[in-house]
């Protein structure tokens, strides 16, 4: 097949959703010529499922360097969402207002109660949460039910509108003169003389570095330069509602209310293998959660139910991961896009571009599994 | 706009408009009652309050909107007339704040 | 209502009506559930029950439905009117609304006989109240007996405009202008197909008749126009658009458009069965086999909801969809379900031999389909094709892309009157045909349900 041979760029990013777009956008603002390689509209999108919280509560509960790596992405989302809307005038509505997640039952209490306090040990009392008992909750919001037992809060979470952060994405991509490439798969990488590679149906390119941002796909990806990213994909089903009269001052896990006025509600976590379909029993399960919560919703229509399939690493934390074998090869893995735009189109850019690497990247290499696969073969 | 055709003249019930008490055909849907009372625009929409009426009639488009017995967002063009039904166009220029 | 049938039938028109009636005739046990109160879909509306002192007067092909419905009603077939199926998915399940309860059930096939919608039309101004569809004004003769009180103005292009144009001149009612969009040069390409399409029937002659009909009413009839542009502050004053003479404004206070009808996909869509582009009539349609079965395993798309071919053509279809669930089943035998279906195949035959001349002759100027800027082609959440242009510079990968960056068809008509825009602009962006873009995917709900439904249900199940 006569290949158009490409050698215009610094740097190829496989993968043009929430973490390919955010790396791309720190890449091209340093001046790195990035070429972005996407599939196509009907491809699983992980960033189409996304869900649009900001959220810092519960993250690393196991994992003090996961908490820390939150926190530092909470915090950093203010100046980002000012920077993309003078750069690109796209308001991605955020809004960090605090964050809920609403407990049914003592079991579902007990459980945030303990994993904030783990989260508050790891942060070194950085991360706040309180427990907020039901009469506490009706008082800041009157329509939460009788019923409800309580909600962990914490002032640091929010939430944006996730297509309009990766429409902003795109547009500073454009304005920064990257090449973005839709419905244009990678089918292969290969090392060659320091640098790489790059097939796609039609054409190959090279460049001195690869960065693999391909969702479920990075595994399969990854291995042409001798990385092993274990992703598998763990589904999530959520609800739009019509416009509802404004009534939810903050997200939360459960229900959170878009400036347009809709509610999303959410979300399963269903292990379905590569299958993005809906189903009538979690529809309904997500429909009743959100009625139970807000009984004034029971009048209010569902518009769009949809499937996603998350992009989950073995220990559901992200993975950072510069090829050994291969230095110029990078792949990052994760199923918070939205939370930790600031860091990928920041920190994690720097890092793959050799100017600077935060203390906290190498906490989560892909090589944290091997460990823990050789301790299991030695227990 | 549109008009009955023919002379005989079919049964008459009441229901209520905006408050107001109006005499329809019955049997007929809600949104081919708005337009035979003109009662236009039926909505204003919620991104830009412009000025909507029924459109394709066939349950399709949504934009016969309109609030029926306290319930609101139903598509007129799917609803019949029944005596007494209290009805209220969305004009509403925005999707009003929730009362404190 | 049981929870489960061997046989499931969504849609009451033609398709569906006779597909319930030859499975129930090999002895299936059926269920149609279809949205309105009674049979006919949109082609024979209201014809058991019609507010029209003289139903006849719609034309032969409208009256001939009573036969139909009869028979449909005759069946056995269990019948549930006023029933909006909102869920379906490729395991044959299926959520339904019935009297404001929402109930599941599950089936062993499925036929899907949803029929088709009007093709959008946008263009600047065309949200204004005081425009319609055709098909709207149909309706409204139908159902409710209504016509317009001032002469309206028809615009678009095809049968439809002019069949509803005949109706009205029939009960009087003037018809201020038609503004035919039809592009030149059609009828000499189109001539080649005219012999078969003779095969079909007396359609070209009741089509010659209805042209007849409306010159001799002395209806000023506007031909190749485009640059269609409705003015008004809070409703329709009047249309603006221009033909080769010139440019031309008219006062009117109601616009009823037409642009052909193209199947309805959402509940295929849904189902995940497979769709295609049907390139001599420009728009997707389901991929179904000889039978009707589409590319998931029990589901059968029938009528226009699959392929437009006509009332006709989609009642045989429906024949054959519930010859061939009979025979799946074990209700009936190859051979008895082959002969059965031979008379059926070869009327089919002859109903769509009609297509290629129509088709031909009322082929859209694919440039006349992209919507001017201005246009809101998101009439729900008010979106222009500018902005949708602005988005396809960016690269999108498709419709849907389109749609998360921009909220297009994201409001509650879920993309059906923005759908084939967004796909027209795309297209001509990327230089490729429509069929390279794509579409829409189409989720659940295809109805509206509240949430109280679907949690009081879920109470039930525990």
């Given at each position: 097949?006569?290949?158009?041979?490409?050698?215009?760029?610094?740097?190829?990013?496989?993968?043009?959703?929430?973490?390919?777009?955010?790396?791309?956008?720190?890449?091209?603002?340093?001046?790195?010529?990035?070429?972005?390689?996407?599939?196509?509209?009907?491809?699983?999108?992980?960033?189409?499922?996304?869900?649009?919280?900001?959220?810092?509560?519960?993250?690393?509960?196991?994992?003090?360097?996961?908490?820390?790596?939150?926190?530092?992405?909470?915090?950093?989302?203010?100046?980002?969402?000012?920077?993309?809307?003078?750069?690109?005038?796209?308001?991605?509505?955020?809004?960090?207002?605090?964050?809920?997640?609403?407990?049914?039952d003592?079991?579902?209490?007990?459980?945030?109660?303990?994993?904030?306090?783990?989260?508050?040990?790891?942060?070194?009392?950085e991360?706040?949460?309180?427990?907020?008992?039901?009469?506490?909750?009706?008082?800041?919001?009157?329509?939460?039910?009788e019923?409800?037992?309580?909600?962990?809060?914490?002032?640091?979470?929010?939430?944006?509108?996730?297509?309009?952060?990766?429409?902003?994405?795109?547009?500073?991509?454009c304005?920064?003169?990257?090449?973005?490439?839709?419905?244009?798969?990678?089918?292969?990488?290969?090392?060659?003389?320091?640098?790489?590679?790059?097939?796609?149906?039609?054409?190959?390119?090279?460049?001195?570095?690869?960065?693999?941002?391909?969702?479920?796909?990075?595994q399969?990806?990854?291995?042409?330069?001798?990385?092993?990213?274990?992703?598998?994909?763990?589904?999530?089903?959520?609800?739009?509602?019509?416009?509802v009269?404004?009534?939810?001052?903050?997200?939360?896990?459960?229900?959170?209310?878009?400036?347009?006025?809709?509610?999303?509600?959410?979300?399963?976590?269903?292990?379905?293998?590569?299958?993005?379909?809906?189903?009538?029993?979690?529809?309904?399960?997500?429909?009743?959660?959100?009625?139970?919560?807000?009984?004034?919703?029971?009048?209010?229509?569902?518009?769009?139910?949809?499937?996603?399939?998350?992009?989950?690493?073995?220990?559901?934390?992200?993975?950072?991961?510069?090829?050994?074998?291969?230095?110029g090869?990078?792949?990052?893995?994760?199923?918070?896009?939205?939370?930790?735009?600031?860091l990928?189109a920041?920190?994690?850019?720097?890092?793959?571009?050799?100017?600077?690497m935060?203390?906290?990247?190498a906490?989560?290499?892909?090589?944290?599994?091997?460990?823990?696969?050789?301790?299991?073969?030695?227990? | 706009?549109?008009?009955?055709l023919?002379?005989?003249?079919?049964?008459?019930?009441?229901?209520?408009?905006?408050?107001?008490?109006?005499?329809?055909?019955?049997?007929?849907?809600?949104?081919?009652?708005?337009?035979?009372?003109?009662?236009?625009?039926?909505?204003?929409?919620?991104?830009?309050?412009?000025?909507?009426?029924?459109?394709?009639?066939?349950?399709?488009?949504?934009?016969?909107?309109?609030?029926?017995?306290?319930?609101?967002?139903?598509?007129?063009?799917?609803?019949?007339?029944?005596?007494?039904?209290?009805?209220?166009?969305?004009?509403?220029?925005?999707?009003?704040e929730?009362?404190? | 209502?049981?929870?489960?049938?061997?046989?499931?039938?969504?849609?009451?028109?033609?398709?569906?009506?006779?597909?319930?009636?030859?499975?129930?005739?090999?002895?299936?046990?059926?269920?149609?559930?279809?949205?309105?109160?009674?049979?006919g879909?949109?082609?024979?509306?209201?014809?058991?029950?019609?507010?029209?002192?003289?139903?006849?007067?719609?034309?032969?092909?409208?009256?001939?439905?009573?036969?139909?419905?009869?028979?449909?009603?005759?069946?056995?077939?269990?019948?549930?009117?006023?029933?909006?199926?909102?869920?379906?998915?490729?395991?044959?399940?299926?959520?339904?609304?019935?009297?404001?309860?929402?109930?599941?059930?599950?089936?062993?096939?499925?036929?899907?006989?949803?029929?088709?919608?009007?093709?959008?039309?946008?263009?600047?101004?065309?949200?204004?109240?005081?425009?319609?569809?055709?098909?709207?004004?149909?309706?409204?003769?139908?159902?409710?007996?209504?016509?317009?009180?001032?002469?309206?103005?028809?615009?678009?292009?095809?049968?439809?405009?002019?069949?509803?144009?005949?109706?009205?001149?029939?009960?009087?009612?003037?018809?201020?202008a038609?503004?035919?969009?039809?592009?030149?040069?059609?009828?000499?390409?189109?001539?080649?197909?005219?012999?078969?399409?003779?095969?079909?029937?007396?359609?070209?002659?009741?089509?010659?008749?209805?042209?007849?009909?409306?010159?001799?009413?002395?209806?000023?009839?506007?031909?190749?126009?485009s640059?269609?542009?409705?003015?008004?502050?809070?409703?329709?004053?009047?249309?603006?658009?221009?033909?080769?003479?010139?440019?031309?404004?008219?006062?009117t206070?109601?616009?009823?458009?037409?642009?052909?009808?193209?199947?309805?996909?959402?509940?295929a869509?849904?189902?995940?069965?497979?769709?295609?582009?049907?390139?001599?009539?420009?728009?997707?349609?389901?991929?179904?086999?000889?039978?009707?079965?589409?590319?998931?395993?029990?589901?059968?798309?029938?009528?226009?909801?699959?392929?437009?071919?006509?009332?006709?053509?989609?009642?045989?279809?429906?024949?054959?969809?519930?010859?061939?669930?009979?025979?799946?089943l074990?209700?009936?035998?190859?051979?008895r379900?082959?002969?059965?279906?031979?008379?059926?195949?070869?009327?089919?035959?002859?109903?769509?031999?009609?297509?290629?001349?129509?088709?031909?002759?009322?082929?859209?100027?694919?440039?006349?389909?992209?919507?001017?800027?201005?246009?809101?082609?998101?009439?729900?959440e008010?979106?222009?094709?500018?902005?949708?242009?602005?988005?396809?510079?960016?690269g999108?990968?498709?419709?849907?892309?389109?749609?998360?960056?921009?909220?297009?068809?994201?409001?509650?008509c879920?993309?059906?009157?923005?759908?084939?825009?967004?796909?027209?602009?795309?297209?001509?962006?990327?230089t490729?045909?429509?069929?390279?873009?794509?579409?829409?995917?189409?989720?659940?709900?295809?109805?509206?349900?509240t949430?109280?439904?679907?949690?009081?249900?879920?109470?039930?199940?525990?």
């Amino acid at each position: 097949m006569n290949r158009q041979f490409i050698n215009d760029y610094d740097s190829l990013i496989v993968g043009g959703g929430l973490v390919g777009a955010a790396i791309a956008t720190g890449l091209a603002g340093s001046g790195r010529r990035v070429a972005i390689f996407d599939g196509g509209d009907r491809d699983f999108r992980a960033s189409r499922g996304n869900f649009g919280l900001v959220w810092v509560q519960g993250k690393g509960a196991d994992y003090a360097p996961y908490a820390r790596w939150s926190g530092i992405a909470a915090r950093a989302w203010p100046a980002f969402a000012q920077s993309l809307l003078e750069a690109t005038r796209v308001d991605v509505g955020l809004q960090q207002t605090g964050g809920l997640d609403f407990c049914l039952d003592e079991t579902e209490w007990d459980a945030r109660d303990s994993e904030m306090r783990r989260v508050q040990a790891h942060t070194d009392g950085e991360f706040e949460f309180q427990m907020l008992d039901n009469a506490e909750l009706r008082e800041w919001i009157p329509q939460v039910s009788e019923r409800v037992l309580g909600a962990c809060f914490s002032p640091r979470d929010g939430h944006v509108n996730p297509l309009y952060l990766l429409r902003a994405l795109h547009q500073r991509l454009c304005d920064l003169g990257a090449d973005y490439f839709p419905s244009r798969p990678v089918l292969s990488t290969t090392p060659d003389g320091g640098g790489f590679r790059v097939d796609t149906a039609t054409d190959r390119y090279t460049a001195g570095q690869v960065v693999f941002c391909a969702g479920l796909a990075n595994q399969r990806l990854a291995r042409d330069v001798e990385m092993d990213i274990p992703v598998r994909p763990l589904r999530g089903q959520l609800l739009i509602t019509e416009r509802v009269p404004s009534f939810l001052p903050c997200a939360s896990v459960q229900v959170r209310q878009t400036r347009e006025g809709t509610l999303q509600i959410g979300d399963s976590h269903e292990d379905a293998g590569f299958d993005e379909s809906t189903t009538l029993d979690v529809i309904t399960q997500l429909a009743a959660r959100a009625v139970r919560i807000f009984p004034h919703l029971e009048a209010v229509r569902l518009q769009r139910a949809w499937g996603a399939l998350r992009v989950m690493t073995p220990d559901g934390l992200p993975v950072y991961q510069q090829s050994s074998r291969y230095p110029g090869a990078f792949a990052v893995s994760c199923h918070s896009g939205v939370t930790l735009a600031a860091l990928h189109a920041g920190a994690v850019a720097e890092w793959i571009d050799g100017s600077r690497m935060h203390p906290l990247i190498a906490d989560f290499s892909a090589t944290r599994f091997d460990v823990s696969a050789t301790r299991q073969r030695r227990a | 706009m549109f008009r009955l055709l023919g002379n005989d003249a079919p049964e008459f019930v009441e229901i209520e408009l905006d408050a107001q008490r109006v005499s329809v055909p019955a049997g007929i849907s809600l949104a081919a009652a708005l337009l035979l009372l003109d009662a236009l625009p039926t909505r204003r929409t919620p991104v830009g309050a412009g000025p909507r009426a029924p459109f394709c009639m066939m349950g399709a488009c949504y934009e016969c909107l309109v609030e029926i017995d306290g319930r609101v967002n139903q598509r007129a063009c799917q609803v019949l007339i029944s005596a007494g039904m209290r009805v209220r166009r969305q004009l509403a220029s925005a999707v009003p704040e929730a009362e404190a | 209502m049981k929870a489960h049938y061997p046989l499931v039938i969504i849609g009451a028109g033609p398709a569906g009506m006779a597909a319930a009636q030859t499975a129930a005739a090999q002895g299936v046990e059926v269920a149609l559930f279809d949205d309105q109160p009674r049979p006919g879909g949109q082609i024979y509306r209201n014809l058991e029950a019609s507010p029209l002192a003289d139903p006849a007067q719609l034309g032969k092909d409208y009256v001939f439905g009573r036969l139909p419905i009869q028979r449909f009603r005759q069946s056995g077939a269990a019948y549930f009117p006023g029933s909006a199926v909102w869920y379906l998915d490729r395991e044959c399940n299926l959520g339904i609304l019935h009297d404001g309860v929402h109930r599941r059930l599950s089936a062993d096939r499925l036929v899907i006989a949803c029929g088709a919608q009007e093709r959008p039309m946008p263009f600047p101004g065309w949200q204004l109240p005081g425009v319609m569809t055709a098909g709207a004004g149909q309706i409204l003769l139908k159902s409710a007996a209504l016509v317009p009180d001032e002469p309206p103005v028809l615009a678009g292009s095809g049968p439809l405009l002019l069949l509803l144009a005949r109706q009205y001149l029939r009960a009087g009612v003037g018809i201020r202008a038609i503004i035919d969009t039809t592009p030149a040069g059609r009828l000499w390409p189109a001539l080649r197909y005219l012999p078969r399409a003779l095969a079909a029937g007396d359609y070209l002659l009741e089509g010659l008749q209805m042209v007849a009909a409306i010159r001799r009413a002395r209806v000023p009839w506007y031909r190749q126009a485009s640059d269609l542009r409705a003015d008004g502050d809070e409703r329709l004053a009047g249309l603006r658009f221009r033909t080769r003479g010139g440019l031309h404004e008219i006062e009117t206070r109601l616009l009823l458009l037409h642009q052909g009808v193209i199947p309805a996909l959402q509940a295929a869509s849904a189902a995940g069965c497979d769709s295609e582009w049907n390139p001599r009539q420009q728009c997707w349609q389901v991929a179904v086999d000889c039978w009707g079965e589409s590319s998931q395993n029990g589901i059968f798309v029938a009528g226009d909801g699959a392929t437009i071919g006509g009332a006709r053509a989609a009642a045989l279809a429906g024949q054959l969809a519930g010859l061939q669930v009979a025979w799946q089943l074990g209700l009936l035998s190859q051979t008895r379900r082959d002969r059965l279906a031979s008379p059926v195949r070869k009327a089919r035959q002859r109903q769509l031999s009609l297509r290629p001349f129509l088709d031909s002759y009322y082929r859209l100027d694919e440039a006349a389909l992209q919507p001017d800027d201005a246009t809101l082609l998101c009439r729900c959440e008010e979106v222009s094709a500018a902005q949708i242009r602005a988005v396809a510079q960016l690269g999108c990968s498709g419709p849907n892309q389109a749609r998360a960056f921009t909220r297009c068809g994201m409001g509650p008509c879920q993309g059906r009157f923005c759908g084939p825009g967004v796909e027209w602009i795309l297209a001509r962006q990327q230089t490729v045909g429509v069929d390279r873009i794509g579409h829409y995917n189409s989720r659940p709900p295809l109805q509206p349900v509240t949430l109280g439904q679907l949690a009081i249900s879920e109470g039930e199940q525990r």
